[in-house]
C-alpha cells in the first residue's frame, strides 16, 4: 500500500519566524523525492527536489533522512507570500513499476502578519 | 514557452453525458499524468502514461479513460460522468529515467486544472 504521510496542519506561524514540517514515507527503497507548493485552487508547482546530501535554495532548506525514512521542509524569515500547501512526492517503488509517484495530502500553511 | 495546457478549464455537465478534458504539452515530455484533487483526499492519480500508447491505471481510475496516441496529448474521457466525479483535475508530464531496476521522474509540470461539475 503506497504511504506518504503529511501533518495536514494548518500551521499558523507569525511573519518572520521559522517553521518546519515533515514527511514520512513508506518504502526504504524510494528514490525520487520532492516538495512542490500549491496556492489555493492553482497548480502544483515545484519548489525543490531533496537530495540525500540536503539542500538548500534561498530560504528553503530540505533534507531527507534514509533511516527514519522521513523528508523535511524548513522555511527560515517565513514571508506572507510562504502562505501556501506544501506537498511531498515520493518515488515509493524502486524497481518494475511506474506507478509509484506519490504524492501526500499536503500540510497547509498560513503566515500571520 | 514550455507549458502544460489543458481544456476546458471549467465545465459543468449532466450526469451520463460524455465528455473529454485534453491536455497537450510542448515538453516532448514521455510521462503523463492526470490527477483529481478533492477535499482531505489530495491528489489521487486517475491514469498515467509512460510514452505513446502506453497507459496504466492510477489509483481511481473507475469511470475514467484515456489515451495516448501523440506524445504531446493525453486526453481524459468521461464516458458516463456521474456527480462522484466532480472534482479539479490536473494534468502532469515530465521526463523520466528508467533504469534497471528503478523508475525516477523528473520535475513534474501541471496544467492549470479544470474543474468539474456533474449535475
Known amino acids: 500500500r503506497k504511504e506518504v504521510e503529511q501533518d495536514p496542519g494548518p500551521f499558523n506561524v507569525p511573519e518572520g519566524a521559522t517553521v518546519a514540517f515533515n514527511c514520512t514515507y513508506s518504502?526504504?527503497?524510494?528514490?525520487?523525492f520532492f516538495w512542490y507548493r500549491q496556492d489555493c485552487r492553482k497548480e502544483p508547482k515545484l519548489l525543490m527536489s531533496?537530495?540525500?546530501s540536503g539542500n538548500e535554495d534561498g530560504r528553503f532548506t530540505a533534507q531527507l533522512n534514509r533511516a527514519s525514512q522521513y523528508i523535511s521542509l524548513l522555511i527560515r524569515d517565513s514571508k506572507l507570500s510562504d502562505s501556501a500547501t506544501y506537498l511531498c512526492?515520493?518515488?515509493?517503488?524502486?524497481?518494475?513499476?511506474?506507478?509509484?509517484?506519490?504524492f501526500g495530502k499536503g500540510t497547509h500553511l498560513i503566515i500571520q502578519p | 514557452e514550455a507549458q502544460v495546457t489543458q481544456n476546458p478549464r471549467y465545465l459543468i455537465t449532466v450526469t451520463g453525458k460524455k465528455l473529454t478534458v485534453t491536455c497537450s504539452q510542448n515538453?516532448?515530455?514521455?510521462?503523463m499524468s492526470w490527477y483529481r484533487q478533492d477535499p482531505g483526499l489530495g491528489l489521487r492519480q486517475i491514469y498515467y502514461?509512460?510514452?505513446?500508447?502506453?497507459?496504466d491505471k492510477g489509483d481511481v481510475p473507475e469511470g475514467y479513460k484515456v489515451s495516448r496516441k501523440e506524445k504531446r496529448n493525453f486526453p481524459l474521457i468521461l464516458e458516463s460522468p456521474s456527480p462522484n466525479q466532480t472534482s479539479l483535475y490536473f494534468c502532469?508530464?515530465?521526463?523520466?529515467?528508467?533504469?534497471?531496476?528503478?523508475?525516477?521522474?523528473?520535475?513534474?509540470?501541471f496544467g492549470p486544472g479544470t474543474r468539474l461539475t456533474v449535475l
Open positions: 502532469a508530464s515530465s521526463f523520466t529515467t528508467t533504469g534497471t531496476t528503478s523508475q525516477s521522474w523528473d520535475t513534474q509540470y
Open positions: 518504502n526504504s527503497a524510494s528514490q525520487s
Open positions: 531533496v537530495y540525500s
Open positions: 512526492v515520493v518515488n515509493l517503488y524502486s524497481g518494475g513499476g511506474a506507478d509509484g509517484l506519490t
Open positions: 515538453m516532448n515530455h514521455e510521462y
Open positions: 502514461s509512460m510514452n505513446v500508447e502506453v497507459t
